[in-house]
């Protein structure tokens, strides 16, 4: 937990979070986060994780309008519960909060933090292998199918 506190005091306190509040979400719940070093900050957290960090560090609740959200009326008497809806209402794995994500990234990176790719994202590979397995694939699929009329057969 101290590791995605760290994050969050780092990037509120850069001034960087205007703008960026839906892709800080989803780099704090859904991608992996460490130093330069390799040492790990943070491999994602729960949602509820993350809206107890958001009212212990006490962030602005006007930063839910940035993605459309009204603060008025998201649960205001218990902060923890009010930002648990907040990561809701924002839409953590859709396209936006990936994009928002991954401009983000590179502020991140320069206060010491590497992020990792979006959970969805495929891994990077040269094309070369790419291209070669694709032909190995469709002669095990075809493998497949002749052994599957083989069975049918007897």
Same mark, same amino acid.
């Given at each position: 937990? @101290? ?7 780092? /990037?509120? *306190? ?45 962030? *602005? ?8 959200? +009204? ?6 008497? @218990? ?7 907040? /990561?809701?209402?924002?839409?953590? +794995?859709?396209?936006?909060? /990936? ?7 590179? %502020?991140? &990176? ?23 397995? %694709? ?9 497949? +199918?002749?052994?599957?009329?083989? &069975?049918?057969?007897?």
């Amino acid at each position: 937990m @101290d590791g995605i506190r760290e994050l969050l005091s780092a /990037i509120r *306190d850069a001034g960087v979070l205007t703008g960026n509040f839906r892709g800080l979400l989803h780099i704090a719940i859904g991608r992996k986060v460490t130093r330069p070093d390799g040492s790990i900050v943070s491999a994602g957290v729960t949602w509820r994780a993350l809206s107890t960090e958001l009212k212990t560090l006490r962030f *602005d609740q006007e930063l839910v309008r940035e993605y459309g959200a +009204d603060p008025d009326a998201l649960t205001a008497r @218990d902060r923890e519960r009010f930002w648990y809806a907040a /990561i809701a209402a924002a839409k953590v +794995d859709s396209a936006e909060a /990936i994009e928002e994500a991954d401009k983000l990234a590179p %502020k991140l &990176k320069a206060l010491g933090f590497v992020v990792g790719p979006s959970p969805g994202a495929p891994s990077p590979s040269p094309k070369a292998s790419a291209t070669e397995a %694709k032909p190995k694939e469709k002669e095990k699929e075809k493998d497949k +199918d002749d052994k599957s009329a083989k &069975k049918k057969k007897k």
